[in-house]
């Protein structure tokens, strides 16, 4: 099978009607591991549905391209704390100063976890310095 024609199904069903078949194809591409799903999984961030978000961003921190950094960082205002947790993760794997600020400001986030993703994610990039 030719290289990205093992992906193009799941990149596929990013699109499909059920959230929860979207919700797995972001979580497969992954698992896969194949970069080819980095833009597709970007769109993918703009979906309706907070669990299709949740498991871009998560899959997109798997990769760590910095082409997802200004997705992630607009995913931060996200209302669900579960998205802005994923996408804390993905900034910290990512670990770009340019999304320090946001990090920082999700240091006083009402959720615990994503308080605590964010001041992983500032260390990460303290690091990276």
Same mark, same amino acid.
Do not use: C
């Given at each position: 099978?030719p290289e990205g024609k093992r992906i193009d199904f799941l990149v596929k069903d990013l699109q499909d009607k059920s959230?929860? /078949? &979207?919700?797995? $194809?972001?979580?497969? !591409? %992954?698992? *896969?591991? @194949?970069?080819? #799903?980095?833009?597709? =999984?970007?769109?993918?961030?703009?979906?309706?549905?907070?669990?299709?978000k949740e498991a871009a961003a998560l899959s997109l921190a798997v990769f760590a391209d910095s082409r997802a950094l200004?997705?992630?960082?607009?995913?931060?205002?996200?209302?669900?704390?579960? /998205? &802005?947790?994923? $996408?804390?993760?993905? !900034? %910290?794997? *990512?670990? @770009?100063?340019? #999304?320090?600020?946001? =990090?920082?400001?999700?240091?006083?986030?009402?959720?615990?976890?994503?308080?605590?993703?964010?001041?992983?994610?500032?260390?990460?990039?303290?690091?990276?310095?």
């Amino acid at each position: 099978m030719p290289e990205g024609k093992r992906i193009d199904f799941l990149v596929k069903d990013l699109q499909d009607k059920s959230w929860i /078949v &979207r919700e797995d $194809a972001a979580e497969l !591409l %992954a698992e *896969i591991g @194949d970069p080819e #799903a980095v833009e597709p =999984l970007i769109n993918t961030l703009k979906d309706d549905d907070w669990h299709v978000k949740e498991a871009a961003a998560l899959s997109l921190a798997v990769f760590a391209d910095s082409r997802a950094l200004d997705p992630l960082i607009k995913l931060m205002g996200d209302k669900k704390a579960s /998205v &802005r947790y994923a $996408a804390s993760l993905g !900034l %910290a794997s *990512i670990a @770009d100063k340019k #999304a320090l600020y946001v =990090l920082e400001d999700a240091v006083k986030d009402e959720n615990p976890v994503v308080r605590k993703v964010a001041k992983m994610g500032i260390e990460a990039i303290k690091k990276k310095k």
